[in-house]
């Protein structure tokens, strides 16, 4: 099963199992591993 990265930067198809889910702001993201550390390269 495949859903759509939610991160703002990216559409990107992942797998389930790659779906880190990151509270930005008080809102929790479903978000692909490439975003996560792309995230995590900028905080």
Aim: hydrophobic share 30%; glycine share 4%.
């Amino acid at each position: 099963m495949t859903e759509t990265c939610t991160c703002c930067v990216c559409e990107l198809k992942f797998k389930e199992e790659e779906v880190k889910h990151i509270e930005i702001k008080g809102n929790v993201k479903d978000i692909c591993k490439e975003c996560v550390d792309s995230i995590k390269g900028l905080m």
